[in-house]
């Protein structure tokens, strides 16, 4: 693999991966549009870079989830972040079993394509269609849980996308745009660092991957302070958009080839 491959790459898994639009179907069709041989491993090498973005950009908030879980547990003290803690750790594990069980399955770039229109479609409904009631600090277990659970069919399915499938099922449960984007970047914490942990054997240490690595997460920060500064006022409708046009881009490439 090039080095100049791997910052692209880099850059597309920053820019995609925080946003609903999947970075999994990106990064499939990109090397593929392109003939490039790129190892398996390296998707998920380049997830630790926006797993670092997430973590450093959200670093106080994680202290202050970890502190009130403790505190929930040992002092019986409860807060907004105890609470919160313990719906993602909640969620995580049978989020984590589902995904492990749905990530056997494959499926090609029609397949992508249609993920990509579906769920574009049905974002762009649910966005405008769903009132913003509920903040991140008043979210019940069920939602939570509803939201988390909702992550394992990103494993099934590249093109539904991770950040998109969870910002979508919080927007049709009535959270406000910024807080769904907020709790999905919190609940993917956990299963993309148990994702990372798994494949680290895999991963072929080369200057193409810190390149990739480092692009990843740089872009990644900027995305996340974009995309929470940008839903305080916006929608969702551009990204809805845009998964659609993709969705049509790639079924007539793959018509054509």
């Known amino acids: 693999m090039e080095i100049y491959q791997a910052i692209v790459l880099g850059i597309v898994q920053g820019l995609t991966e925080l946003l609903p639009v999947s970075s999994s179907a990106h990064l499939k069709l990109i090397p593929w549009m392109f003939n490039w041989n790129i190892p398996e491993s390296f998707d998920v090498a380049l997830h630790l870079g926006t797993l670092l973005a997430i973590t450093l950009f959200f670093f106080k908030d994680w202290l202050g989830l970890i502190k009130g879980g403790y505190d929930q547990v040992v002092k019986k003290k409860k807060s907004t972040e105890g609470k919160i803690f313990w719906y993602i750790v909640a969620v995580t594990i049978p989020t984590g079993i589902l995904s492990l069980v749905l990530d056997k399955f ?40 509803l939201i988390g659970l909702s992550q394992a069919i990103a494993a099934a399915f590249p093109g539904t996308s991770r950040s998109g499938i969870t910002m979508t099922v919080a927007r049709a449960l009535k959270v406000d745009r910024e807080s769904a984007a907020k709790y999905s970047f919190l609940l993917s914490t956990p299963i993309v660092l148990a994702a990372v942990l798994v494949s680290i054997k895999d991963f072929e240490f080369t200057l193409a991957f810190f390149m990739g690595v480092l692009f990843s997460f740089l872009v ?38």
């Open 106 to 145: 494959n499926i090609e770039s029609i397949m992508i394509a249609i993920a990509l229109i579906v769920l574009g479609i049905v974002l762009y409904i649910v966005d405008k269609k769903a009132p913003s009631e509920t903040k991140y600090e008043d979210m019940t277990f069920k939602q939570s849980f």
């Open 220 to 257: 990644g920060i900027i995305v996340i302070k974009f995309l929470l500064n940008y839903l305080k006022k916006g929608s969702f409708k551009g990204f809805a958009i845009y998964r659609v046009i993709l969705g049509i881009i790639v079924i007539t490439m793959t018509i054509m080839r």
